[in-house]
Structure formats: structure tokens, C-alpha cells
């Protein structure tokens, strides 16, 4: 079975644009869970979406925000890049109790 | 709130020497445990897991982890590494609080294996 796929796999925005970043979870699972990990601040929870509905997110402002498709897929935009933004994005579906990461979209904010 | 501490930012091993790397959770409510690990330029796998039932757990490729509910760790053990497992190594913990939803990272361990 395929895995969680992420694209795209780079992406360069300006300071001030928006970003959007897309994932697949692994097929006929309902859950996608999002995470940041920036230079020097680590693993960050981001948001996770289940059934379409947004379930819980992390210590992050409102410019980050996603949303679920039908099919499970799930959008994280981010709104009024700033340079702190420049990081790795991952995307994990849920299975079994574990994670399983997807292998990320790397931001870079210039 | 739920944190997680990798004791040692990086460690250096000569290749087929044994390796622990630490981590030590901060709350005692029901929790599940994880170990990932990243090589360069790539995404996370999980390398394993404890929900419940055997307090040591196993990888596929020689890992072993051990919970310790009173010392609050889970400790990742491996007797001879590779070079091929030089790469940063991520304890996680979700608990019972978050619905086991939300995944809580350590800062990672740089494992470096030389010749």
C-alpha cells in the first residue's frame, strides 16, 4: 500500500506571499496530522484533521491554517510568510496507534 | 504538560560498539512511546513502538527499547551499530490527555558512527 505522500517537495516563497503545502494520507485513512520542524525549535505539533474537521492544533497563529478533503487529503496554507517560517513540513497518517510521516515539503521563506 | 528529554544532543560510536540513546518523559498518565529516525534531506520513520504489553520492544533492524513506567524512560539500546545508522534519532510521546493524538518530540539525537 502506498505511503503518505507530500508535494511539493520544495517550495521558495517571498516574505509576505502565501504557501501551500499538500498531502495524501495512506489510503482509506480518515486522519492527517500536521508538524513543523524549523532549525533549532524541533518537532512542532501543527494541526490535525480527522473527518474533515480540524481537531486540535498547536501553539501557532492563525495565519496557519488547512483544511480536509473529502478523500482525506489535507491542504496546510500559510498565510503572510514571515523568515521564521522556513522549515520542514511534515505530514503523518495515523495507523495503529503510530504515525507514519509522509517525506515533507521544504519551505524556504527569502 | 506532557515534554520529552533526549539527554544527549549528540553521540559519537565507533562502528560495532554497543549505543544507548536516552529519553525521559515528563508525565505519568498513560502514555505510547515511539522512536523515529531521520537521515539527511529525508522524512521521519518510525522505527518502533510501545503501546501496551511487553515493556521491551524491538525493530526490525537490531533496535531495542525499553519502558520504564517508574523512571518515567524509554531508552533505545542497539548491541553493534552500522555506519549505515549514523542519522538523528527522535523519541515522541502521546498520552492519554491528547487522545494519543499529538505527537510531543525530544530535541533528537545526532548518532555519528565512524570506522
Known amino acids: 500500500e502506498a505511503g503518505v505522500t507530500q508535494s511539493p517537495t520544495h517550495l521558495i516563497k517571498t516574505r509576505g506571499q502565501q504557501a501551500t503545502l499538500r498531502c495524501s494520507p495512506i489510503s482509506g485513512h480518515t486522519s492527517v496530522y500536521w508538524y513543523q520542524q524549523a532549525l533549532g525549535l524541533g518537532l512542532q505539533f501543527l494541526l490535525w484533521y480527522d473527518e474533515g474537521e480540524e481537531r486540535n492544533r498547536g501553539n501557532f497563529p492563525p495565519r496557519f491554517s488547512g483544511r480536509q478533503f473529502p478523500n482525506y487529503s489535507s491542504e496546510l496554507n500559510v498565510n503572510a510568510l514571515e523568515l521564521e517560517d522556513s522549515a520542514l513540513y511534515l505530514c503523518?497518517?495515523?495507523?495503529?496507534?503510530?504515525?507514519?510521516f509522509g517525506p515533507g515539503t521544504r519551505l524556504t521563506v527569502t | 504538560a506532557q515534554s520529552v528529554t533526549q539527554l544527549d544532543s549528540q553521540v559519537p560510536v565507533f562502528e560495532e560498539a554497543p549505543v544507548e540513546l536516552r529519553c525521559n518523559y515528563s508525565?505519568?498518565?498513560?502514555?505510547?512511546l515511539f522512536w523515529y529516525v531521520q537521515y539527511p534531506n529525508q522524512g521521519l520513520q518510525l522505527l518502533l513502538k510501545y503501546l501496551s504489553g511487553s515493556t521491551l520492544v524491538e525493530s526490525i533492524n537490531g533496535f531495542e527499547a525499553e519502558f520504564n513506567k517508574s523512571q518515567t524512560s524509554f531508552h533505545l539500546r542497539k548491541p553493534s551499530v552500522h555506519i549505515s545508522d549514523t542519522a538523528e534519532y527522535f523519541c515522541?510521546?502521546?498520552?492519554?490527555?491528547?487522545?494519543?493524538?499529538?505527537?510531543?518530540f525530544g530535541a533528537g539525537t545526532r548518532l555519528a558512527v565512524h570506522p
Open positions: 508525565s505519568s498518565v498513560s502514555v505510547y
Open positions: 503523518a497518517s495515523r495507523v495503529g496507534g503510530g504515525q507514519y
Open positions: 515522541a510521546v502521546s498520552d492519554r490527555d491528547g487522545g494519543y493524538n499529538k505527537l510531543i
